[in-house]
């Protein structure tokens, strides 16, 4: 029992760690002109993957 207690201890240090790693990336991420330009870039990606679908389901690109 002491050995998963133990196990346990060393996950919720490991855990608390990455996430307190993560925070300041996440939020360098989601601020200002970076989140701006990713958010455009998955528009036009999604925007041209659906035009290609269009195409192919009318026949053009079979």
Excluded: N, Q, R
């Excluded at 002491?2 to 996440?26: C, N, R």
């Excluded at 990713?38 to 290609?52: E, H, N, Q, R, Y």
């Amino acid at each position: 029992m002491g050995d998963f207690i133990f196990i346990l201890w060393i996950k919720y240090i490991y855990l608390d760690a990455v996430s307190g790693a993560m925070h300041a990336p996440g939020k360098w991420i989601e601020s200002g002109p970076l989140f701006d330009s990713l958010g455009t870039l998955i528009l036009g990606i999604g925007l041209l993957v659906f035009a290609s679908l269009v195409i192919y389901a009318s026949g053009f690109l079979t």
